[in-house]
């Protein structure tokens, strides 16, 4: 489309562009603050608060932090589960989906039906929970993925995404002696990297940032993964909540190393989102759409 | 139903198909292949039900390995979604852990009576209600006025760059988000507290008051979300046939006439079937948010159905009564969405189903 080169029109963009970055400076603020007052020292956080640039760099923050390995291993857990949790996820997310793709497979309305009405009702917090205990997955790094490895809605993402790959393809490799296990890993995975990119993607954050599963099923505190540590770190221990029960003598965390835990918690996501942000615009929408 | 069974009795066969599998599958019969087959009965509609039992046992032995694909996923929903919807059963016993699910006692509608007797109840649902409401009102909007303003940009790169900059907030987790929050609220050494204390105003306990809950809970929904939110208005309006533009020009309407005769039009019924989404979760407002930002002095306006759940059974033991008011959640979220989805047919709208 052209630009619209009347006095209105121009008056109109320079409007819509002005506002647009407002709100995506906006945005970002609260994470360069965040980030420039982890790397500089407490007194310059006191005197000078507005930070968005640090005068002073100091990696006191992050050397404080990284003094014992409890942050190490909280990172190591959430890695963990977040790697198999992701492989296992998407294992199952495109063998169920693949199936559900194939127009000659019986009863796949009413297997879809009860996949969708999950997203509708749910039995709720406490029936989930005694189903997994009953499994005996309290305490174990199960519970944060088992319970939560199809995404009903990756789930049909997916599917429609398979649906779209012409049934040509499926049916040559068929004559050539492909078996459907074949087809999906050697044919019609293949075709669909942005999709995989994109949904492994949205697994992996939502492993990252399990909180709701860990403080649910995981009592042993040094099973915790990161999100669990940083809500204690700068919540629970700055006194805040439930202050009775704390011992006052101990002097709440720094807001620097606060601040340090933060990005530390949200590296990981940081690294990888550049790389694969082109890739879930685009396979989202194809698998939204087409509903 | 008859999926599970089948799946079932597929199982139970003794398979020689480790053999078969990667050699030549036989084709189906009168040389057709599948795919035409799976035509030819969609052009006969009604006929798509096998015509005799022989036919379909053939059909669902051909796609056997299909049905292999679909088992762990189909256990999953079973043991993880749909157990519990009949673990809701719960509610209408007095569930003691150690008796389980067989032991324990019938009560009836006991918890639900109480649930109804309870002041306490009241106010979780006015809460419940007024985080919902505010959802709709402050939130819903707020990514279909981004998506129209974006699509208003000409330069790609601007559009990318912010596209890039505010789906981010989207893939951190609510502890990051309240963390940061936290961070910035806090009376000692807060960002927004020492603004304000540099600008002559006196400094709010934003993180420990009542007033200040909701605006927080909103600010950060809005934050997180309005960004990500674009990206199906996105899709939907990129489907617009630009002719529509290019004839409305011609009729001389401007940019402000062609949004809201051409674009808005073209994505209301993605509009409508969102809203539908939305208010089904009515109830579904983010535990881990609300519950993240809630604390001993704000209490009364943060907890919500969902943190109640959570702290009466989890910590006061009462796994019946705390089922009995997630099952009232849940079957309201259900009755809302089927009435909003019968609004929506009626006025002439798709629904979601």
Redesign the interface.
């Known amino acids: 489309m052209v630009e619209d080169r009347t006095v209105s029109g121009r008056v109109f963009a320079a409007v819509n562009y002005t506002l647009l970055a407002i709100i995506a400076l906006v945005t970002v603020l609260p994470f360069l603050h965040v980030v420039a007052g982890s790397f500089t020292t407490s007194a310059e956080m006191a005197v000078k608060k507005f930070i968005l640039f640090p005068t002073v760099w100091s990696f006191d923050a992050y050397k404080f932090i990284f003094s014992t390995n409890t942050i190490f291993r909280a990172m190591g857990v959430s890695v963990g589960i977040t790697a198999f949790g992701t492989l296992f996820s998407m294992l199952l997310t495109a063998l169920m989906a693949y199936g559900l793709s194939r127009r000659d497979l019986d009863g796949r309305r009413g297997i879809m039906f009860l996949v969708v009405f999950t997203m509708l009702f749910s039995g709720g917090l406490i029936p989930t929970f005694l189903v997994v205990r009953e499994l005996g997955m309290i305490d174990s790094y199960l519970a944060l993925i088992v319970p939560a490895s199809i995404s009903a809605f990756n789930l049909i993402i997916m599917r429609n995404f398979f649906q779209n790959i012409p049934e040509g393809l499926e049916e040559s490799a068929k004559i050539d002696g492909c078996s459907d296990f074949g087809i999906l890993f050697r044919i019609v995975l293949p075709l669909s990297m942005p999709a995989i990119a994109t949904l492994s993607l949205f697994y992996a954050v939502t492993y990252w940032n399990t909180y709701l599963s860990a403080i649910l099923y995981l009592n042993d505190s040094l099973k915790w993964p990161i999100q669990v540590l940083l809500r204690q770190i700068v919540v629970l221990a700055s006194g805040m909540d439930y202050s009775s029960d704390l011992d006052s003598t101990v002097p709440p965390p720094d807001q620097t190393i606060k601040m340090a835990v933060i990005v530390v918690a949200t590296l990981p996501i940081l690294l990888v989102y550049p790389f694969l942000q082109k890739h879930f615009a685009k396979g989202a929408m194809l698998g939204s759409i087409k509903g | ?3 599970r069974t ?1 799946i079932v009795s597929i199982m139970l066969r003794p398979s020689s198909s480790l053999v078969t ?5 036989p ?1 189906p019969r009168k040389g057709r ?3 035409q ?2 035509a030819a009965t ?1 052009i006969k509609q009604g006929a798509a039900k096998p015509r005799s039992s022989s036919e ?1 046992k053939r ?2 032995w051909r ?1 056997k ?3 292999v ?2 088992l ?3 256990l ?2 079973i ?10 059963t ?1 509610a209408f016993q007095d569930y003691k852990p150690h008796w389980g ?1 067989a032991g324990s006692e019938w009560v009836g509608l006991k918890h639900f009576e109480r649930l109804f007797t309870e002041p306490d109840f009241m106010k979780i649902l006015t809460n419940t209600l007024l985080l919902f409401g505010m959802n709709l009102l402050f939130y819903f909007p707020i990514p279909i006025l ?1 998506a129209l ?2 699509n ?3 330069i790609t790169f ?1 559009k990318r ?9 989207h ?6 988000i ?7 609220l ?1 009376m ?4 927004i507290n ?2 304000l204390a ?1 600008l002559g105003f006196e400094k709010i306990n934003f ?2 008051s009542t007033e200040w809950f909701r605006p927080t809970y909103i600010i950060q929904v809005i ?1 997180r979300e309005a ?1 990500w939110g674009t ?2 208005y ?3 309006i ?2 617009v046939d ?1 002719q529509l ?1 290019e004839a409305a020009r011609m009729d001389g309407a ?3 006439r062609q949004v809201w005769h051409i674009t808005l039009p073209a994505i209301r019924s993605v509009i409508i079937i969102l809203l539908i989404l939305k208010i ?1 979760d009515v109830l579904e407002l983010g ?2 948010h609300v ?2 930002l809630l ?2 002095m704000n209490r009364d306006v943060a907890e919500i159905i ?1 943190t109640y ?2 702290t009466a ?2 910590q006061q033991g009462q ?1 019946s009564y ?2 009995a008011i ?2 009232f ?3 309201i ?2 009755v809302l ?1 089927v009435l909003a989805n019968k609004l929506a047919k009626r006025m002439g709208e798709e629904g979601v ?1």
């Open positions: 139903m008859m999926s089948t599998q990667g050699q030549p599958q084709l292949t599948s795919m087959h799976a969609e379909l059909r669902l796609n390995w299909l049905y694909m679909i762990p996923g189909i999953y929903f043991a993880f979604k749909y157990v519990p919807m009949f673990g809701l719960i699910f981004l303003m974006l208003e940009v000409r601007f760059f912010f596209q890039t900059l505010v789906y981010l907030p893939f951190m987790s609510w502890v990051i309240v963390s940061i929050g936290f961070v910035m806090t000692d050494g807060g960002i020492e603004m540099y993180l420990l934050w960004g990206i199906i996105l899709a939907a990129a489907s630009p533009y401007g940019r402000l089904g535990f881990e519950y993240l604390n001993s969902d759940v959570y059974a989890l796994f705390s089922t997630g099952f959640k849940s079957f979220g259900l969405v189903y």
